[in-house]
């Protein structure tokens, strides 16, 4: 005897996705009264015999938050076979505790937010390790790649890579499902076995190059690198085989590296944008801050800028970041690349180098507020790139408004001028920072102010002992800065 025969009602499943399949049937046995232990789920039951289902009512409506349903589709891709029965427990116990998400200490609850949690890393894995070798030319090019999931969220993910690969045709590969993109259509097929992967050649020898190419070594911080990208992931990988070997030349690739290239927009860039403005007042003048008296106030009003014309191509408004009562304020220039997609300053290459110096200084970055003169992304697009513009004085000078706003409200004792804009805009005249460097100015309003240079210039610099040189003295400049935070 099966356990479900113990069960007075039987849901069959089509498949472990199968989500709209437990939709109907949930909301058929919640109407009915029907309790969870009633209830046996099925998934592939080989005699594909039907449902056991109690008849529809034909009234009462069953009232579910747009919330749950689309947090408990999430849920459903996590591989816990109990996901079936647990949630239809939270959607029957929801109708008598309507607050019941709400509270964290309940096991139900806390389980939810788990798997939640599970498959949102598990996406997120697959698309930051998910890599094509390419099989075939010309008409018959097509790009393969292998991955494993933990989770069921190839269907859920797929749609991701067809937005972002859109002019391939590509198949990601896993041991549960296979999903296809013919330029046009997204198909699923069963899951495949990774012996049918072609095997390590030609492509792959050429990818790996190119990974060694774009490796970042800046970014390099092996600890954390592994979090991000668990061992188990490696193996799918062709760069990984690389790794140990950059990881050992990694502080004289450091010296080698430039500038990452700037990418073109992904897809949500456009929903990003669209999100801001509609949960933005527009503003046009700025006055939507002009009485902020926090910087949360500050940064909602910042949304909606449009006071110079770089507002229209940015994705979205990249404002100062960290705490209120922050001692020190670091200035950049104006948010790049990264940062325009990410919505945060000095994530990208820049910032990485930022960080790793930071560090070295014994500065946490942490307790300190970073912003940048100007908050939009300027750049002028060339073919699928947008390559940096620098900020004129007209628009460094109109979102000084902003910058002064952050400053009024943190009152920092020091605030860093990190390059030529930055000062420009602190100082309200060009200052030739390169001469200057290392120098406090005291303002008229009694601020001090440090000059130093922009980390993105010790990027740019090519021969490698001179990147050295460069990066020490950005190293000794912040370590001054730690002594000025302190007195
Ligand atoms: N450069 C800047 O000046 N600011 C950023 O946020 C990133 C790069």
């Not at 109907?24 to 209830?39: G, K, S, T």
């Not at 699928?384 to 952050?406: F, M, S, V, Y």
């Amino acid at each position: 005897m099966q356990l479900f025969d113990l069960c007075t009602y039987t849901v069959r499943l089509a498949n472990q996705t199968d989500f709209a399949g437990w939709r109907d049937a949930a909301r058929n046995l919640v109407l009915n009264d029907v309790e969870p232990q009633e209830i046996a789920w099925i998934v592939d039951a080989d005699d594909h015999a039907a449902s056991q289902l109690p008849a529809m009512p034909t009234v009462g409506q069953l009232k579910v938050s747009r919330d749950f349903i689309e947090r408990a589709e999430v849920a459903f891709c996590h591989r816990d076979p109990e996901r079936f029965a647990l949630l239809y427990r939270l959607l029957w116990r929801m109708r008598s505790e309507p607050e019941l998400l709400k509270i964290a200490s309940d096991p139900d609850v806390g389980w939810f937010e788990a798997v939640e949690k599970a498959v949102g890393r598990d996406m997120h894995k697959m698309r930051a390790f998910v890599r094509f070798r390419q099989i075939g030319e010309g008409e018959d090019e097509r790009y393969v790649a292998w991955f494993e999931p933990e989770h069921f969220i190839v269907e859920r993910n797929a749609p991701f890579f067809a937005r972002r690969f859109t002019g391939m045709r590509w198949s990601i590969l896993t041991p549960f499902l296979s999903a296809h993109w013919d330029r046009a259509e997204l198909t699923f097929t069963p899951g495949a076995h990774k012996h049918g992967l072609p095997a390590d050649d030609a492509a792959e020898a050429l990818w790996r190059t190119y990974y060694e190419n774009i490796f970042n070594p800046a970014r390099l911080k092996t600890r954390a690198m592994q979090k991000e990208m668990p061992k188990k992931y490696w193996r799918n990988l062709p760069e990984a085989l690389l790794i140990p070997d950059l990881v050992a030349g990694a502080g004289a690739a450091a010296r080698e590296m430039i500038e990452k290239m700037p990418t073109i927009p992904p897809a949500h860039h456009a929903k990003i944008q669209a999100k801001h403005w509609l949960t933005s007042r527009v503003s046009a003048s700025g006055e939507g801050g002009a009485d902020a008296h926090s910087l949360a106030a500050l940064r909602k009003a910042a949304k909606g800028c449009q006071r110079c014309p770089l507002w229209h191509d940015a994705t979205q408004t990249v404002f100062g970041e960290g705490p209120e009562e922050a001692a020190v304020v670091f200035v950049g220039e104006q948010p790049g690349d990264q940062e325009d997609i990410a919505g945060r300053p000095f994530v990208g290459p820049a910032g990485k180098m930022f960080d790793a110096v930071l560090e070295e200084a014994a500065i946490d970055r942490r307790e300190t507020y970073v912003t940048n003169a100007v908050k939009h992304f300027k750049f002028e697009p060339r073919g699928k790139r947008r390559i940096h513009l620098k900020p004129n004085a007209g628009e460094i000078q109109t979102c000084r408004w902003w910058l002064d706003r952050e400053l009024a409200l943190i009152r920092p004792s020091l605030v860093v001028a990190l390059g030529a804009t930055a000062a420009q805009s602190l100082l309200g005249k060009v200052i030739p920072v390169t001469k200057m460097r290392g120098q406090l100015i005291k303002r008229d309003d009694g601020l001090r102010i440090f000059l130093t240079i922009h980390p993105s210039f010790i990027l740019r610099i090519r021969g490698s002992a001179e990147q050295e040189t460069e990066r020490n003295r950005f190293l000794k400049d912040m370590q001054a800065v730690k002594g000025l935070i302190a007195s």
